[in-house]
């Protein structure tokens, strides 16, 4: 990337506690009321480097509209909004 | 026309004729300088040191050098008329004023100058015609403020018409918004905003002017969609 130039959209880091499924249940202590979408992407597959997320858009009880993801390589969570 | 050498001969009197010397045949006569030629062998700078800029002009008339011809540029006529099929009053007539109008600021010879002033005729049924010089307070080039002032003078026509006539008269300065298709002052907002971002980033740092710049918008990765760039121009 040239300099000066950075991503938008970069995930952090979400603290999720998931149920049955892999279903989060609550992210970074607030809990989810609703699972509005689940999603899988898996990309670069063919490299050293794997892309495989499993995406969630919910909405927490406080009434935000999150999309988080689990990396399924690591298991790690991150979150985009 | 005579070659310069041909004058030297003829009085001094000549440059009566031009109204920028006409007042040096008296001074040139008291000096003693009374032909054409004897002006002629004078130092260009004396001349210009005693008579200034006529003197100048002088000794370059003498040496047959002149100011370049200024053609008269020939009156244009620029006219749109239309024959109504009857006898025409109030609506029609107002319909034919509005297409004469368009007419005429469609005209390719009227290159983005405004008009100043047009003349509006008629023909009218019962024999003779009608006609109304119309200077507008400013220089013009909308046809539906043109309309709304020649309808005014149209609501004059004594008697109904069978043809209609809209003249140029006198053209106006450019229109700015005719202008604007081949100088629509890019060079200068480019320059305006170049000095903008220069003082936004001279008070908020290097980061203070971005840009989104999209790079994948339809990757199911959302941070491959776009990036923050600096904003460059």
Known sequence: MSPGTRRIGVPRPADVIAGRGGRPET??????VSVRESWLVEDRWWTDR???RRYWEVVTIDGRDLVVFRELEDGRWFRHR | MARADELHADPVALLRFRAD?????EALDRLGVRTLGELAALPRAALADRFGPSGLLAHDLVHGRDTPLRPRRPGELLEESLELEESASGEQLGRALELLVDRLLARRERDGRTLRAVVLGATLVEGGTWRERVVFREPLAD???MRLVLAQRLAQLPAPAEALRLAVERFGPPHHGGRA???DGTAQRRARLREAIRQVRAVAGPEGALRVLAVDPDSRV???RAVLAPFEL
């Open chain 2, 222 to 224: 959302p941070e491959r």
């Open chain 1, 50 to 52: 794997p892309l495989r």
């Open chain 2, 21 to 25: 010397t006409a007042e040096l045949p």
């Open chain 2, 181 to 183: 298709l081949f100088d």
């Open chain 1, 27 to 32: 992210v970074d202590r607030h809990e989810v």
């Open chain 2, 143 to 145: 046809p539906a403020r």
